[in-house]
């Protein structure tokens, strides 16, 4: 069975450091990995993925995230945080196998003090 | 243009009742997917469609019913509501079932049942 933990239910930055949101996870065979961001009474959007090739992705607004496999993490980071970052990140896994059926995590909220 | 849209937004209703909330993709996705958010944010499969086909069909009560009439629409019926069904539902699509698809999610529908 695949899962996905966020150890961190709650970050808390200041705007202009950096920031990291955690993610690890377990799945047979390669992994398909996915950061989504859910603001206040919205659905979610999609930031970025990886799928195979480098371990650095880049995504949707400054957000990066770093595959390591042998640590099976997939952390979220950005250089500069913006107030405007603040909300709930979800880390996914999808399998090879499984009809494409995504597992989240129990999401992370990241508040961004001015 | 609203890629992925949901109705109702909102959805209050007795217990014992029988209601159901429609969803409509304009991406030329050919899989839909419906996820339950509790309280505590966490997010859960139900159903998903490929192609108007079900593949995926986690533990939920068979009061629950999705149905596809077309890979651009996917309506979940609910019998018999229970207090505990109350929470927000999302429709989401992908361009195919492969896990290296991302998802993109619809606003949501709050259901709340008193």
């Known amino acids: 069975a695949q899962s996905v933990a966020q150890p961190e239910d709650q970050v808390n930055v200041a705007e202009g450091n950096p920031l990291t949101v955690k993610c690890t996870y377990s799945v047979s065979g390669n992994p398909y990995l996915f950061w989504y961001v859910q603001y206040p009474n919205r659905g979610l959007q999609f930031l970025l993925k990886?799928?195979?090739?480098?371990?650095l992705v880049k995504g949707s607004y400054g957000f990066e995230a770093e595959f390591n496999k042998s640590q099976t993490s997939f952390h979220l980071k950005k250089p500069s945080a913006l107030v405007s970052d603040s909300a709930l990140y979800f880390c996914a896994v999808r399998g090879y196998t499984n009809a494409g059926k995504s597992t989240f995590g129990d999401g992370t909220t990241l508040t961004v003090k001015p | 243009d609203t890629a992925v849209s949901q109705t109702p937004k909102y959805l209050v209703t007795q217990m014992g009742n029988d209601k159901s909330i429609k969803c409509e993709q304009n991406?030329?996705?050919?899989?839909m997917y419906w996820y339950k958010q509790d309280s505590k944010k966490f997010l859960k499969i139900m159903f998903s469609y490929n192609n108007k086909e079900l593949i995926i069909n986690e533990t939920v009560p068979n009061r629950f019913s999705p149905k596809s009439p077309d890979k651009a629409h996917l309506n979940l019926h609910i019998n018999s509501l229970e207090l505990g069904d109350s929470a927000v539902y999302f429709c989401?699509?992908?361009?195919?079932?492969?896990?290296?698809?991302?998802?993109?999610f619809g606003p949501g529908t709050r259901l709340t049942v008193t």
């Open positions: 989401a699509s992908s361009q195919g079932a492969l896990g290296s698809y991302e998802q993109y």
């Open positions: 990886y799928i195979t090739g480098d371990n």
């Open positions: 991406l030329g996705h050919d899989t």
